[in-house]
Nanobody
Framework: QVQLVESGGGLVQSGGSLRLSCAAS????????MAWYRQAPGKQRELVAR???????TYADSVKGRFTISRDNAKNTVYLQMNSLKPEDTAVYYC?????????????WGQGTQVTVSS
């Protein structure tokens, strides 16, 4: 059974840091591109960061230089290190497995974790 379990969210002051974790189970996350999305109240879900199966990374302009996505293949876990947090980073953050036509896997979402940045 495929699962993505996010953790590490919480309340932090502006300028602070948090590290989100996405523990994957039921599949080998190395074989898929993985990503973090976020959704703030009243806004559309947006891509924050993505890491390919070859560990190439891309970021939304709004988080470049502040956030880092990484993966620990031994733990089958993807991380999002968030530094210099701003109130506008407040959102529910979701871990996402992209579909893979090569490995015939569908896309999949985690349940989300709340990040709140106070000013």
């Amino acid at each position: 059974q495929v699962q993505l379990v996010e953790s590490g969210g919480g309340l932090v002051q502006s300028g602070g840091s948090l590290r989100l974790s996405c523990a994957a189970s039921g599949f080998d996350s190395r074989l898929n591109a993985m990503a973090w999305y976020r959704q703030a109240p009243g806004k559309q879900r947006e891509l924050v960061a993505r890491i390919s199966s070859g560990s190439m990374t891309t970021y939304a302009d709004s988080v470049k230089g502040r956030f880092t996505i990484s993966r620990d293949n031994a733990k089958n876990t993807v991380y999002l290190q968030m530094n210099s947090l701003k109130p506008e980073d407040t959102a529910v953050y979701y871990c996402y497995r992209e579909r893979s036509s090569f490995y015939r896997t569908s896309d999949f979402w985690g349940q989300g974790t709340q990040v709140t940045v106070s000013s």
